[in-house]
């Protein structure tokens, strides 16, 4: 064959392999979210398994159809001093392995059935937590509905289920440790151009790991949300929802009771040449006990990216912060609750909550090559305000730090790196050194390291 006619034929090939490469699915992290109907043509069935993604059913078409999948996740830690050390904690190093199936019934264009099991444990940690250890148990369970209308799509879901929003500040997946946080809930959403509507009733599952399948939600904790999405210049993100997060037998240093906290939220996002940013903002009022709530919380970041420059450097800024209890023994609470924190937000170490908390970091973050990501970052932290203590994620107050000691909480640096093998496996890894202020010093904190080192796989 002529040179020419062989570059052709070579070119050709390539572009139909890219080709048959975008036409199928991308994983996501809600497995939910997957379309595998373009798998009904068998020449895309390129990779093992795909007998298995794709499982058409008898009259009822491309959309018709059950898919099979699985998700594992192994990850090192090893963490010098949880909480700071403060009250005797040790260090620590362990494995935590996430181990999920799912399958997922598709009923033409308009119906939708979900399973999905989960099997966690943590190999090694000394006092291991429901957010580590979850035996085999129901993750998700939902029956889904969609339909296009002339003006617009309605979808809804109702039984188990995840979700999230925006940069996952404070309704978030729980990605980072071992259990993922799912509600039982009933969710429904109408988009019509660049609005969204989504209402929704929940009560947080509760995780035990006592047995197998005995993970439950109850009236005693429950959440709800009214929320409003807008699209301006198709990219820019306004978005804003008030909520109502209930708790029964809530307790915190200077209240305790029934919980009943109204949230607010805002947040724009957006990007233009070169430019990212993100801005939440949210305040909570409501009551614990005989106690009024008065608390607020913001999250901004940004950055710039030189698209033109090799490696596409980022440079990031990052700036937070959280109300604390001024006053104790007043009749108003200060205290942010996070509700369900992202602990990727701040760091995988979770040794900084989202409450009584100012929060700056600057990062810069390369991409050398096609996959891989590396990041560097330096965090300064200070409290609120003294009155409160220092807490650690998700909330929980470092012991003997309340009323005592300065402002600043301490400092510290993180690298961390992400590297997608190809689409089925991805490597993370992150170091953490904090270096803890004398307001932790004196409450028998000291410097703290954490490594983590994490394999995924996802079919």
């Known amino acids: 064959m002529p040179r020419r006619l062989l570059a052709i034929a070579l070119l050709a090939g390539a572009g139909a392999a890219a080709a048959q490469e975008a036409a199928r699915p991308a994983f996501a992290s809600n497995r939910w979210q997957e379309d595998w109907s373009p798998l009904a043509d068998p020449a895309l069935r390129t990779e093992p398994g795909d007998a298995l993604k794709y499982i058409a059913l008898d009259g009822g078409g491309p959309a018709s159809y059950l898919s099979l999948g699985a998700n594992l996740r192994e990850r ?49 940690k000394r006092n291991p937590t429901p957010t580590d250890r979850n035996p085999l148990d129901l993750r998700l ?50 988009e019509t151009g660049r609005w969204r509507l989504i209402g929704l009733l929940s009560q947080p599952v509760q995780y035990k790991d006592d047995r197998h399948f005995d993970d439950t939600s109850n009236r005693h904790v429950r959440f709800h949300l009214l929320r409003v999405e807008r699209l301006i210049d198709g990219k820019h993100e306004l978005s804003a929802y008030a909520a109502l997060y209930r708790r029964d037998n809530a307790r915190f240093i200077d209240a305790a009771g029934r919980e009943s906290r109204q949230v607010f939220d805002t947040r724009y ?25 008065r608390a607020w919380a913001v999250g901004t970041r940004g950055g710039y990216t030189f698209t033109a420059l090799p490696w596409m450097p980022r440079f990031g800024l990052q700036l937070d912060a959280a109300s604390g209890d001024r006053h104790r023994g007043d009749g108003t609470l200060g205290t942010f609750h996070p509700l369900f924190p992202n602990g990727y937000y701040v760091t995988l170490a979770g040794y900084t909550g989202y409450a009584n908390f100012i929060h700056l970091k600057p990062s810069l973050t390369v991409k050398p ?18 009155g409160d203590a220092v807490y650690a994620q998700p909330n929980v107050a470092v012991p003997n730090t309340a009323g005592r000691g300065g402002r600043r909480t301490g400092t510290y640096g993180q690298l961390r790196a992400d590297y997608a093998v190809n689409r089925h496996v991805a490597t993370a890894l992150e170091l953490v050194r904090f270096e803890v202020s004398d307001a932790l010093r004196r409450a028998g904190g000291r410097d703290s390291d954490y490594l983590g080192a994490e394999l995924k796989f996802t079919w």
């Open 369 to 386: 090559m096609t996959g891989l990501a590396l990041t560097a970052a330096i965090g300064l932290q200070w409290r609120q305000t003294t």
């Open 141 to 190: 369970a939902f029956i889904a509905y969609v339909h296009a209308f002339g003006t617009g799509t309605f979808k809804a879901r109702a039984g188990r289920q995840e979700f999230a929003f925006d940069l996952q500040r404070f309704v978030s997946l729980r990605d980072g440790p071992n259990v993922r946080q799912a509600f039982d809930a009933v969710w429904a959403d109408w």
């Open 269 to 293: 996002a957006g990007n233009a040449n070169g430019l990212d940013w993100d801005l939440e903002a949210m305040a909570q009022r409501g009551s614990v006990g005989g106690k009024d709530i």
């Open 76 to 124: 090192f830690e090893r963490n010098d001093a949880a909480g700071f050390g403060a009250g005797g904690a040790r260090a620590d190093g362990y494995v935590i392995q996430r181990a999920q199936v799912h399958a997922d019934l598709r009923l033409g264009s308009h119906w939708q059935a979900f399973v999905q099991l989960e099997d966690a444990h943590a190999y090694g």
